[in-house]
C-alpha cells in the first residue's frame, strides 16, 4: 500500500519556489471527478489590496529580503497593504487544491 499525504494550503504553506505535486480537482464529462497530480515551482508575491479588495499591484518576493515593499503616502492614507499571496501554476485561487513536497512523493514509491 502507498500513503500519500497531501496538505491544504490553509493547513500548511509550501516555501517561496518549492517543487512540490499539485492537484486541483477537475471534472470529466460532467459527472467525474478526478486528479491529475503535476509536479510544479511554488512562487510567492507581494499584492496591494485595500478595504475593498485587491487592486491589481503586485511586486515579486525576495527571499533575502522578505519585507513588503514600502507603501507611497497616497497608498498608507487610503488604508492600503501589501499581501504576501502563494502563487501555484500562475493562480492565487488555491481553495480546494492540495500539495506535497515533491520529494515525501516520490519517496512513497521508492518503499
Known amino acids: 500500500m502507498i500513503n500519500i499525504k497531501f496538505w491544504t494550503f490553509d493547513e500548511r504553506k509550501?516555501?517561496?519556489?518549492?517543487?512540490?505535486?499539485?492537484?486541483?480537482?477537475?471534472?470529466?464529462m460532467g459527472d467525474y471527478?478526478?486528479?491529475?497530480?503535476?509536479?510544479?515551482?511554488?512562487?510567492?508575491?507581494w499584492e496591494?489590496?485595500?478595504?475593498?479588495?485587491?487592486?491589481?499591484?503586485?511586486?515579486?518576493y525576495d527571499e533575502e529580503d522578505p519585507t513588503p515593499p514600502e507603501l507611497s503616502k497616497d497608498e498608507?492614507?487610503?488604508?492600503?497593504?501589501?499581501?504576501?499571496?502563494?502563487?501555484?501554476?500562475?493562480?492565487y485561487d488555491l481553495d480546494g487544491c492540495y500539495w506535497s513536497p515533491v520529494e515525501e512523493y516520490w519517496d512513497c514509491f521508492e518503499k
Open 14 to 28: 509550501p516555501e517561496h519556489n518549492q517543487e512540490i505535486i499539485f492537484l486541483r480537482a477537475m471534472s470529466y
Open 33 to 45: 471527478e478526478g486528479f491529475s497530480p503535476r509536479e510544479l515551482t511554488v512562487e510567492y508575491a
Open 48 to 60: 496591494l489590496s485595500d478595504s475593498n479588495g485587491f487592486l491589481g499591484e503586485s511586486c515579486c
Open 76 to 91: 498608507e492614507e487610503s488604508g492600503c497593504s501589501w499581501k504576501l499571496m502563494v502563487m501555484v501554476d500562475g493562480s
